[in-house]
């Protein structure tokens, strides 16, 4: 689902609001988000999942394509673990 499809079945959903109050929430909601995983903390929404900031180490990698060895350098990655109530929804 993009962010479109979703701002489309919220308008669906609540008729009362409009496409674009339901469009500033949802960037303000990611935004908020976005903001505290930059600031190192972890998002947590009760039943959906949580989303982190997970380092990961240096390494070195392999260019497949001539096999020359490449150092790859540290770098953040946003981890992601679902709610426990999600995991039950899907395997229902």
Same mark, same amino acid.
């Given at each position: 689902?993009?962010?479109?499809?979703? #701002?489309?079945?919220?308008? *669906?959903?609540?008729? =009362?609001?409009?496409?674009?109050? !339901?469009? &500033? =929430?949802?960037?303000? #909601?990611?935004?908020? !988000? =976005? &903001?505290?995983? !930059? *600031?190192?903390?972890?998002?947590?929404? %009760?039943?959906?999942?949580?989303?982190? #900031?997970? &380092? %990961?180490?240096?390494?070195?990698?392999?260019?497949?394509? &001539?096999?020359?060895?490449? =150092?790859?350098? *540290?770098?953040?990655? #946003?981890?992601?673990?679902?709610?426990?109530?999600?995991?039950?929804? !899907?395997?229902?």
């Amino acid at each position: 689902m993009t962010k479109s499809e979703l #701002i489309k079945k919220l308008v *669906a959903k609540f008729p =009362s609001l409009k496409e674009r109050e !339901i469009e &500033t =929430s949802l960037n303000l #909601i990611l935004k908020e !988000i =976005s &903001t505290a995983l !930059i *600031a190192g903390d972890r998002v947590e929404l %009760r039943g959906f999942g949580a989303f982190s #900031i997970r &380092t %990961r180490a240096p390494r070195t990698a392999r260019n497949p394509r &001539t096999g020359e060895k490449v =150092s790859v350098a *540290a770098r953040k990655a #946003i981890y992601y673990r679902a709610g426990k109530e999600l995991k039950e929804l !899907i395997n229902s």
